[in-house]
């Protein structure tokens, strides 16, 4: 008695709660690649780019520092990182 309703409660995995079909907002859709040589003399470049189809990309020191800002505003203004509320389309 009581034995096969301990078992069944074991046999719950408590510590596996990864969700296949859950969506917590954290797995990557925009990604950031810069190529920096420590070097000044080699001209840096970057390229951002997104599942959304947002991409860039900059060469040159300045141009890269504006693409990794546009990059960081992107993430507030992906569609797909902050989906718009349904029968409200985003500006
Ligand atoms: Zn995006």
Redesign the pocket.
């Known amino acids: 008695m009581g034995e096969s309703e301990v078992a069944a409660r074991k046999g719950v995995p408590a510590a596996v709660r990864r969700d296949p079909h859950g969506d917590d907002g954290r797995r990557p ?2 990604w950031l690649h810069i190529v920096a040589p420590p070097s000044w003399g080699v001209t840096p470049s970057a390229r951002s780019w ?3 189809s ?1 991409e860039r990309q900059a060469i040159g020191r300045a141009a890269v520092l504006q693409l990794i800002a546009a990059h960081g505003e ?1 993430r507030t203004a ?4 902050n989906p718009a509320p349904e029968g409200r389309a985003a500006a």
């Open positions: 859709v925009a997104c599942t959304c947002y992107h992906c569609p797909l990182l």
